[in-house]
């Protein structure tokens, strides 16, 4: 019995890790995968020529859901992403070509004066940024549209970020609105070139970690128009949940130019917890199950949306459909609260991320992982190798290796880690809170691979140039 059940808290506890964002996953495609091609994506708007003035699709009201502009607003969140050449120049601290399948998507789209941010910080940055890049085109004479694109993959340790939840004296997710306000500022100064006595039609768009980023940057400009009239179209993908937030504040008016698609099989979809407080700003746009056959044509959707997966990854579609709920009620249920994960969890959570993907540059130039033990000599001295010592020999792991269980590393140099920040009842505190009816409903997509596929912008891509909107669902969280 306890050894099935620690195999399935192992599943839990690092699964979680690798799915909050699916950098692991982006960051280990082939080149064809990671180095973004707009061309190769989805068929978006290919039918109009976005480079003419009066751009059809920001002719209609900002709060009317525009099902093109959604897709072209995936096709830019998508080619956001730093390019494939950036494993190469993993650590560089200069222009490395990251951002150059964004630029290149918006000048094709007819946008000048494209400026980037952040692109030329090196991939072991950790800080809570993003990368992102702004281009304007007029729209008619009297009005400019101003297009924001933000960085949501193969954005390196900014992963640790994700996990910077702050405590419940925060509104915001710290981490997300740290790199908003950042943004807001840059954003400020480059409409100063661009609205003098013009209209500004400001456009939002980015995937994960970047979609949380635009949720809250596109909430920060509708909260301002008294100073600062404009229109926001605003179109999130796959966006983590970004604040605290009522329902008076989070479904105002003002936010329903927000649109939030997600799809229900998205672990990240749940993440941080409702439990704790957390929304998203406007509306959210959900796919309809995989699974979900209430409706007319579902079963032949769902075939147009595998056999588009499959072209584009090569790959089988498998998705965990329910039991991510279950996935994610574990976590909240070990975790206790917001105030406790921020405590106990965030920085060694934070510290495994860099051990496992802070690469640094090997005799012959090239980026490589660093080697388990020597990162985490790096971090924090000697005294970590002795903690490490101690908790392999703890009586709790020895008994399991006794009877034949061959212990990940991972898992004992993260409760190395909880023990150096201070957090030394890992194993009480958090074993103590699970049960095996809890975690085996998850087991059989604890290993990963349905969970990710449920983040994967693949995912996303083949749903939403299959769906018909009459499907979608709009929903107030």
Known sequence: MKYKFFLLFFLFIFSFFYVFSGEFLTQNLSPKYNNINEKDIIGGSEKVNLSNLNDPLFTQNEYSYNHSLAKESLVLAV????????????????????????????????????????????????SSKVAFCIGYKPFDKNTNIVSVVIRGGNYGLEWVDNFNLGNSENYYHKGFYEASVSVKKQIDEYLKKHSDDKKIKLWFTGYSRGGAVANIVASMYNENKASFPCSVYAYTFASPKTSVVSDTKAHDTIHKNIFNILSPNDPVYNIPPENWGFGRFGICVIFPDNNDISYNGALDLNRKVAKSYYTKTGEILSVSGNPVLSFINVFIKSSKSRDFFSEN?????????????????????????????????????????????????????????????????????????????????????????????????????????????????????????????????????
């Not at 998507?105 to 692109?119: C, K």
């Open 79 to 126: 080619c956001a992403y730093s390019s494939g050449v950036s494993s190469a120049n993993w650590g560089e601290n200069q222009k490395t070509g990251r951002e150059d399948s964004i630029k290149r998507a918006l000048n094709q789209r007819g946008y000048t004066d494209i400026s980037d941010y952040n692109y030329d910080i090196s991939l072991n940055d950790s």
């Open 345 to 477: 969890l965030s920085k060694p959570i934070g510290d495994f991320i860099k051990i496992k993907m802070e690469k640094e540059k090997n005799q012959n130039g090239v980026w490589q992982p660093i080697e388990t033990h020597n990162a985490l000599y790096k971090m924090y001295g000697e005294k970590a190798t002795k903690i490490y010592d101690n908790v392999i020999n703890n009586d709790f792991y020895t008994a399991f290796k006794k009877i034949g269980f061959n212990i990940p590393e991972d898992l004992y140099i993260f409760i190395t880690l909880c023990h150096i920040n201070g957090f030394n009842d890992f194993e009480k505190t958090m074993l103590s809170k699970i049960n095996l009816n809890d975690l085996s409903e998850i087991s059989s997509v604890a290993s990963g691979t349905s969970i990710v596929t449920g983040h994967r912008h693949e995912f996303y891509m083949s749903w939403l140039e299959n769906t018909d909107v009459k499907v979608l669902k709009f929903v107030k969280e």
